[in-house]
């Protein structure tokens, strides 16, 4: 598998990871064992990033992650876990005393004693402009609790702020054929910090796996079910926050495009991979067939210029008007 590097954490891994909420909560049931299996697939495919939080499944996630990591032990994989979501939603809140308090949760569920990327788990506005929530988290890489840290962010606006701090490895944001703004000013601005772009949500919660239509529904315990109007979270999460009628209209205009010898979902990670500053996709499974089936797309060709320019225009016509000004 291709391999891109954090410049500022200092690691290599390759381009396609996986991404572990699923494996917490949210998507419907997955089983220790299924989560096991989605967690070996993807490594023995080459993946060796894992993105997770402690809120998923109220540390469900990290804990299965702690427990696969035992039986890999010298795999070589980084780990990247996010705080920040186990209180009230203020700025204040974002202190020294509950990152250390975070912090040693999630180690003691991953075994890990220095994390190697902590991410902020998209903080209110307010927390990227506090140079106090900042030197609290080199604070903590000074006292080798973690390795780096990073930014998980909803909008364009708080990943440029993020950018310009000279201490973050990393921003995660939402990019996906369904959802373009980062390429505007984001991907460019963190390739000239040195900076690395984890991009999340690549299938837009499933949309771009061409597998769903108007007679689709999800189990009551799955966000694509109870979050489509942002009733529990920002909107955004779910569905990239597209409608879900558009965003069928949108994938049936793309589906000629995937043509011989790649799936909807693998045409739609290869070309998150193909935007230029993106380090790794974190695209999530529920079984080991999927794992294995998204890793694929790292092995496929890049998009061809008319294939790109091609999804661009689907964009344009249909998606660009709900949600390029919002996020």
């Not at 804990?63 to 990247?80: E, K, N, S, Y």
């Not at 201490?167 to 460019?188: F, M, Y």
């Not at 942002?230 to 049936?252: H, K, P, Q, W, Y």
Request: glycine share 10%; proline share 6%.
């Amino acid at each position: 598998m291709e391999q891109r590097t954090f410049p500022r954490l200092g690691r290599t891994v390759g381009i396609m990871g996986l991404g572990a909420w699923q494996l917490g909560a949210d998507w419907g049931t997955v089983t220790e064992d299924d989560a096991m299996a989605v967690l070996a697939a993807a490594v023995d495919a080459g993946v060796t990033f894992l993105d997770t939080a402690d809120v998923y499944g109220d540390g469900r996630s990290e804990q299965l992650i702690g427990r696969f990591l035992r039986t890999r032990p010298d795999a070589g994989l980084t780990v990247a876990t996010k705080m920040g979501r186990r209180v009230e939603q203020r700025p204040e809140a974002y202190t020294l005393a509950h990152f250390r308090e975070w912090t040693d949760r999630s180690r003691a569920n991953l075994g890990m004693d220095t994390l190697d990327l902590v991410q902020l788990h998209c903080p209110p506005t307010a927390v990227f402009a506090d140079d106090v929530v900042f030197d609290a988290l080199d604070t903590l890489v000074a006292e080798k609790a973690i390795a780096g840290y990073g930014v998980s962010v909803e909008t364009c606006d708080q990943a440029l702020t993020a950018i310009a701090r000279p201490g973050v490895a990393s921003v995660q944001i939402i990019l996906n054929a369904l959802r373009h703004k980062p390429l505007d000013r984001v991907l460019p601005a963190a390739a000239e910090a040195g900076v690395g772009i984890i991009a999340r949500v690549p299938l837009a919660s499933g949309l771009l796996s061409g597998r769903y239509d108007e007679h689709t529904t999800f189990p009551p315990d799955d966000h694509r079910a109870f979050n489509r109007h942002g009733e529990a979270f920002d909107v955004g999460e779910t569905f990239s926050g597209v409608d879900f009628d558009l965003g069928l209209a949108a994938v049936r205009r793309l589906a000629p495009l995937v043509g011989p010898g790649r799936t909807m979902a693998q045409f739609a990670l290869r070309w998150v991979l193909d935007q230029p500053g993106v380090t790794v996709v974190i695209p999530g499974a529920r079984d080991a067939g999927q794992a294995r089936g998204n890793v694929a797309a790292a092995d496929l060709p890049p998009l061809s210029p008319q294939e790109l320019s091609a999804v661009r225009e689907v964009y344009d016509e249909l998606i660009r008007p709900q949600v390029h000004d919002r996020w």
